[in-house]
Nanobody
Framework: QAQLVESGGGVVQAGGSLRLSCVATRGDMRTYAMGWLRQAPGKEREVVAAINWSGGAQYYGNSVKGRFTISRDNAKNTVYLQMNSLHPSDTAVYYC????????????????????WGQGTQVTVSS
C-alpha cells in the first residue's frame, strides 16, 4: 500500500517562498494524477493545484494562479509545489493527493474519495 509523505512546510514571512514536496513510498505513482489541497482553520478545504501523470497538464485554483507552480519527477515518485509571493491567506495545512481516474480539471476539495492522501504539512505565512 503506497503512502504519500509531505514535507517542506514551515513559517515564512509574507512575500516569501516555500517548496513543498510529496513523495510516494512503497508505491508507483507514475500512472496517477497528483494534486494539492489545503485547509485553513474555520475555512472550507480548497483545491490548490493538480498535475497529470506525465506532467503535461496542470490545473490551479484561482487564488494561487500565477504564484504557485506544480511539477513532478516520476523517477523520484515525487510531486512538488513551488509557492511564491506568499500571503497570510495561504496559511493552511497542505495535503497531497493522488488518483488514477480523476482529470486534473476535475480535482475537487470535497465529495471524492482520492486513491491516496498524505498526512498534511503546515504552512504559516506571517504578515
Amino acid at each position: 500500500q503506497a503512502q504519500l509523505v509531505e514535507s517542506g512546510g514551515g513559517v515564512v514571512q509574507a512575500g516569501g517562498s516555500l517548496r513543498l514536496s510529496c513523495v510516494a513510498t512503497r508505491g508507483d505513482m507514475r500512472t496517477y494524477a497528483m494534486g494539492w489541497l489545503r485547509q485553513a482553520p474555520g475555512k472550507e478545504r480548497e483545491v490548490v493545484a493538480a498535475i497529470n501523470w506525465s506532467g503535461g497538464a496542470q490545473y490551479y485554483g484561482n487564488s494561487v494562479k500565477g504564484r504557485f507552480t506544480i511539477s513532478r519527477d516520476n523517477a523520484k515518485n515525487t510531486v512538488y509545489l513551488q509557492m511564491n509571493s506568499l500571503h497570510p491567506s495561504d496559511t493552511a495545512v497542505y495535503y497531497c493527493t493522488a488518483d488514477r481516474f480523476l482529470e486534473v480539471t476535475d480535482w475537487r476539495a470535497t465529495d471524492y474519495e482520492y486513491g491516496y492522501w498524505g498526512q498534511g504539512t503546515q504552512v504559516t505565512v506571517s504578515s
